[in-house]
């Protein structure tokens, strides 16, 4: 069987596969967040602790089975310091993490977040390593002083269950790599203040970051490859690899991926390009920090629970009576199709007449919204497929179907894991029946009447955006 690991933000888990990629079994567990204003922290050893308890029980529960292989992904971003042997040296700082956005605001102002992007195709937001990075330097200078690496979280794990420190070039694509010499740029790191630090950044297995395991959860010795990391693994698991089509993930951050062989650093800096383990080939990526969060917000505010949203979905009638939200909840403001840190939620037309029902859809047709923007900055011209929590509420599903006005290809399971085998079968020379592995579960059509309903509520959602984000600024100015 094949082993993929899914280190999330807030749960982590490992799937079991045979080789027709049909799942096995599952094991998950939940991991917290330490959020306290604006700051958002993870436990690294409870986190690894979790990794290690769901490879025991997801082992221990086919003992019949033989691990031929692995495979490993997890969240991007934010930093995690680690001495030699990989042990925390500091709280890790969440990519969720909103400390450094006054550093961001001065490099948006002076020119220098723009000129790192021109460099290497990322858009830095506060949680970005770059920005942590430049913070703990400010303020916390010995937490980097004893550390011997600033890790990505799942080179954390890998370096623990195997003892090798390196990262991939998909994790090394924010925002220190050069897309074109998929190395480290010296002179991004000179604009950011940090080439002192260099040291602390991990080795770029480019592109193999393989190695056996030592560590508990798998047998020892079993051949495990570090990344890519939850986007790309995803864009893998859904068969997003043709130029043009894309890749919608619905989580706790709305991610929208395009695969393309183009680079292109112009236009507005905002997202990212994610380099592969095909050098030539990129994931244009914007990840909304918009996503299945604000929803839950919505949701914990109203006490309704998520059982009953799709029924109160198909209860109200799309525009939600004039209520109308844009989802930007985040505490670090929004980073994709455009950066602004101080961009907030807002919700307009609501009267002692709206409905938890007008809340809810307003607020999933705003997150629709918010997804259509993202894969029209992305590029999008192919099919779409679509993953994550959010594939589970067919209502929820249709909704998106007719406010991007295209058909969706939905792959459920863990597409994570899936994606995470992929790579490592592929570094390791394994032949697997990729389609087989990212089959569709289901295609969900629009409808033609609510498509050409929504087109015109996505102009006016655009322009309710442009301005709040004109209301952000002078906020920040202020």
Not at 186 to 213: I, M, N, Q, W, Y
Not at 232 to 237: D, Q, T, V, Y
Request: charged content about 20%.
């Amino acid at each position: 069987m094949y082993v993929g690991i899914d280190v999330g933000t807030s749960a982590v888990k490992a799937a079991a596969f045979d080789e027709r990629g049909r799942e096995l079994a599952v094991e998950s567990r939940p991991v917290a967040l330490d959020i306290r204003g604006g700051f958002v922290e993870q436990d690294m050893d409870a986190v690894y602790a979790a990794v290690t308890d769901v490879l025991t029980a997801l082992t221990a529960g086919l003992t019949g089975h033989r691990v031929e292989l692995a495979g490993l992904t997890g969240q991007g971003d934010g930093v995690w310091l680690v001495d030699a042997e990989g042990r925390p040296v500091r709280a890790a700082i969440s990519w969720m993490d909103g400390r450094a956005h006054e550093l961001l605001d001065e490099w948006m102002a002076s020119g220098v977040f723009t000129s790192v992007f021109r460099r290497t195709g990322g858009a830095m937001f506060p949680g970005s390593p770059g920005p942590l990075l430049g913070w703990l330097d400010r303020h916390e200078p010995k937490a980097l002083d004893g550390a011997t690496a600033a890790l990505y979280c799942k080179d954390m794990v890998f370096q623990r269950l195997t003892g090798v420190r390196a990262t991939d070039v998909s994790d090394a694509s924010m925002p220190f790599l050069d897309p074109r010499t998929r190395q480290y740029d010296g002179d991004t790191l000179a604009l950011l203040g940090l080439s002192h630090r260099r040291g602390l950044l991990a080795p770029v297995k480019d592109p193999l970051a393989v190695a056996e395991t030592h560590g508990p959860g798998l047998p020892p010795g079993t051949p495990i490859a570090d990344g890519p990391y939850d986007l790309p693994a995803c864009a893998l698991g859904a068969g997003v690899t043709r130029p043009g089509d894309g890749l919608l993930i619905i989580g706790t951050c709305l991610a929208s991926l395009v695969a393309t062989d183009t680079l292109d650093l112009a236009g507005e800096p905002a997202g990212l390009h994610i380099s592969t383990d095909t050098p030539g080939h990129w994931l244009r990526a914007m990840p909304a920090m918009v996503g299945t969060a604000a929803l839950d917000w919505v949701l914990n505010t109203t006490g309704v629970r998520h059982a009953d949203v799709d029924a109160l979905l198909d209860a109200t009638e799309p525009g939600a009576h004039g209520v109308q939200v844009l989802p930007y909840f985040a505490p670090s403001g929004e980073r994709a199709p455009f950066v602004e840190p101080h961009l907030r939620a807002e919700l307009t037309g609501v009267s002692l007449e709206t409905t938890k029902g007008d809340l809810i859809r307003a607020t999933s047709e705003g997150i629709g919204f918010a997804a259509r923007h993202c894969l029209e900055a992305a590029g999008l011209t192919g099919d779409l497929a679509v993953c994550g929590g959010g594939t589970r509420s067919p209502a929820w599903m249709r909704l998106f179907a007719d406010v991007l006005g295209r058909p969706l290809r939905v792959v459920e399971g863990e597409v994570g894991a899936r994606g995470a085998v992929l790579a490592a079968a592929a570094r390791y020379g394994v032949p697997l029946d990729a389609a087989a592995w990212t089959a569709p579960t289901a295609i969900v059509e629009p409808d033609p009447e609510r498509a050409r309903f929504y087109a015109r509520g996505y102009a006016a959602h655009l322009a309710r955006l442009a301005e709040s984000r004109t209301r952000a600024r002078a906020r920040a100015g202020g």
